[in-house]
């Protein structure tokens, strides 16, 4: 059933007629009469990073359990790859095809560095300028395009509805294909590995 639903919004959201650079995103909540209300309605522009990634933070949060939030603090909250001590991220990562030279030219342990000092200490030294490990238990659903997933010694190759739960491993995501993947995150942070 799970998988079902998962599939099912996966095809809503890759079926969208947005512009691809951009994704509503509609935030619920409690008006004064304690009566559900849209808060907040409008487009999350995709912004570039590096190597062509495109990517944008829907929520943000930095406590656990989650308190609701009823102002848009998203874009204010500073957050990096991994989520916020005791926080979550939801996001959505756009990977463009990758070819050989490029990927030759990628600087060693590119995205690893950008971790930082909060990643997990067990796990392998990183192989690829993309492979990374975060201190969090990550949701992933591929919405569209394909795209590699590599392990230490395993590459998963993932489609359109696969979904994925990645526990603070080493991984990159490698997109050999012709046309850019977008997948959709929930990264909540763990307690070290």
Same mark, same amino acid.
């Given at each position: ?10 095809? &809503?959201?890759?079926?969208? =007629? ?5 994704? #509503?995103?509609?935030? =619920? ?44 603090? =998203? ?12 926080? =979550? ?21 590119? &995205? ?20 990374? #490990? ?16 590599? &392990? ?34 929930? &990264?909540?942070?763990? #307690?070290?590995?």
């Amino acid at each position: 059933m799970i998988r079902q639903t998962i599939c099912a919004l996966a095809a &809503l959201l890759a079926g969208s =007629t947005a512009d691809a650079s951009d994704i #509503r995103r509609v935030v =619920t909540g409690l008006d004064a009469n304690n009566k559900s209300v849209v808060m907040f309605d409008s487009r999350m522009a995709l912004q570039t990073g590096p190597y062509g990634l495109n990517a944008t933070n829907l929520w943000v949060t930095n406590t656990y359990p989650l308190s609701f939030s009823f102002k848009d603090d =998203t874009s204010a909250i500073p957050v990096g790859v991994s989520p916020l001590d005791n926080g =979550t991220k939801f996001r959505v990562v756009e990977f463009p095809p990758l070819d050989a030279a490029s990927e030759a030219k990628m600087e060693p342990g590119f &995205l690893m560095k950008a971790v930082g000092p909060v990643a997990p200490a067990r796990g392998l030294p990183v192989t690829h300028p993309l492979m990374h #490990r975060t201190r969090s238990v990550d949701y992933a659903v591929v919405l569209s395009g394909e795209i590699d997933m590599m &392990l230490d010694d395993t590459l998963v190759h993932l489609k359109p509805g696969d979904t994925i739960i990645q526990q603070a491993t080493n991984h990159a995501w490698v997109n050999h294909g012709t046309e850019t993947c977008r997948i959709l995150f929930v &990264l909540m942070d763990s #307690r070290q590995p």
